[in-house]
């Protein structure tokens, strides 16, 4: 049950070589006790690094690291009460499920062999691997292995978890069922974690907040639904949500805004948010474009390029002028289109998000959705970073 | 529709072909060949070994001794210098081959593992491997100086010593592959389980790379054994291994051909049969030292 608190986190690899590498630049959050965060973000934002600096297995290059006010900043693994799960498990291939779990505690803790014993059983149980326990690691599936390794970390009752990817080396059935079994183990066990990974839909699905990095840059920070529907800037809005937004280079002109393909009617209310801006992004996402739609009202037509169905979706690339949007439509709607055809969507203006192209800083999101929070407040409030 | 006629053997459940037969004898044939050309000189010793020494220099040739005897083992183990020979060999390679691994397997792994600044130690690895590279022919006469000065020289020892230093660049050759193929979050895991590095090292690391361990341990044991020149300039008399004491059946005027063969045979036997059972390290050893998964 700990709080952690990063402050100005800084690491660079090759220091003062050519080859300097800024991996985590600036990095300052707050983990909240018991809280569930998620660093998501594309491969090489830092995320993986900060989580090393984390747990001790990187050195930083400045910043300080806090669990319930100690620094830890410069101290040694062993001396952080963190466990951690690996992408690849990382089990000791020569000691048993047993051997494993009980690893960290004979190291590292005056219990006796009763009470390690107690302690393995109990966490098997939770894990559902009581059965597996005196098998070695070579003699298990991957999903079994995971269990394991999550039994390994949880043993130990440690202040803080650290996960770095550890649903990505499984196939994606067992992947979302493990999802919701992480879920539900941390909210039961209550321990603050931070989990990174590079899939969005895992960031969504699990996390309390989620930490959108890229460049190792904080993007932004909130939960699901804030980054989904307030996204901080362009980068958070591609980011996440699945299949990504479109964008659109298009030219304000008072209310209208013009692309090479179409005009879009906006109201006044938009056209304060942009100020004295004319050159914008236009941002859409697949879901919030509907099929059909009214020439004379806000409809744009496109040629069908492509159909992928998913089952209770179905993903159409239509051309508009020279880009290439997606739409995310219900199956039976598609039935009707074939490739080729050029066919009418239209879209809300709520909807709409508005980006700056030199700034990429988001300048108008989602105003159709503004779900109330339990105390009355705006739950979609977003404490965005720059 | 026409098929086309094959011909097949079966042979246990397999169909073959008559080109693969061909080709399978063929394989065979020169395996064959290859391996009487290799195994001949050791038969022809190991037979002359049994032998009277009459019989082994006859003309013509006795090609399978008729009337085995051991007495060339016999008057080689009992009389002679020949069991001190043997001993000093057993006792320099046995210290030396520990030595050399109690040392060169925890600093590989510190090597391996370690963060050092400027990549000093990616270069130190392979200026120890570069070691190899020098003939000991060339640093045998300092060698020999800093034994005597050592009060070392003709000693079991300080042979075992200097086998030593030409050890350790093996064995960490060797085991460098081994430990570099264990993950970093095996140790990394281990850390943040509270291991301290020696704990990591010891109950990680050294149960996973025991077979590199053997397969070093026996290249280096084999070599050490058969060690010839620095034996030569080393040691005189008191420390003499087996492969310089075998040069004393060759005398001014004749050559005791039995009992020269039967020092051999007591020389090379252990290397084989070491070999045979523990062939199998060795090659996962060489491949697994040569390529990352």
Known sequence: MSKLDIKQLRKVYNRGTDTEIVAVDDLSLTVDDGEFLVFVGPSGCGKSTTLRSIAGLEDVTSGS???????????????????????????YPHMTTRENMSFGLRVNSMLDDDEIDARVNEAAKMMGISELLEKRPGTLSGGQQQRVALGRAIVRDPRVFLMDEPLSNLD????????????????????????????QT?????????????????????TPLECYYKPANQFVAEFIGSPTMNFLTVERSGNRLVHDAFEFVVSNDTVDLCGDRTA??????????????DETTNAVSGIVEVIQPTGDDAYIDI??????????????????????????????????YLFDPQTEATIKTNTELEPAGPDGSDALDTTTKP | MATKQQYTIQFRNTEYEPEDIVAGIGRVAGLGVMAIFYAFPLYWMASRSVMTNLQAFKLPPVWIPTEPTLSAYQSILLQGPYASFLLNSATVTVLSVTLALVLSVPATYGLVVSDFPYNLNRHFSLFLISLFMLPPIVTSISYFNLLQDLGLYDRAIGLGFIYTMFNIPLIVWFTRGFIADIPDSLRESALLDGANEFQVFYRIYLPLIRPGIAAAAIISYIITWNEYLLALILTSNRAKTMPVGINQFVGQYNITWNELSAGI??????????????QRYIVSGLVRGAVKE
């Open chain 1, 65 to 91: 690291i806090r669990i319930d006010g100690r620094d830890i900043t410069g101290q040694k693994p062993k001396n952080r009460d963190i466990a951690m799960v690996f992408q690849n498990y990382a089990l």
């Open chain 1, 172 to 199: 994606a059935k067992l992947r979302i069922q493990m999802r919701a079994e992480l879920e539900t183990l941390q909210n039961k066990l209550g321990v603050t974690t931070i989990y990174v990974t590079h899939d």
């Open chain 1, 202 to 222: 895992e960031a969504m699905t699990m996390a309390d907040r989620i930490a959108v990095l890229d460049d190792g840059k904080l993007q932004q920070i909130g």
């Open chain 1, 280 to 293: 914008l992004v236009m941002g859409l996402r697949p879901e919030d474009i509907d099929l059909g739609g």
């Open chain 1, 319 to 352: 051309t508009i002028g020279d880009d290439t949007v997606t739409l995310d439509i219900d199956p039976e709607q598609s039935v009707g289109v074939s490739v080729g055809e050029e066919i009418t969507v239209s879209f809300d203006e709520e909807g709409v």
């Open chain 2, 265 to 278: 045979v007591l020389v090379v036997l252990p290397s084989v049969l070491f070999l045979t059972v523990t």
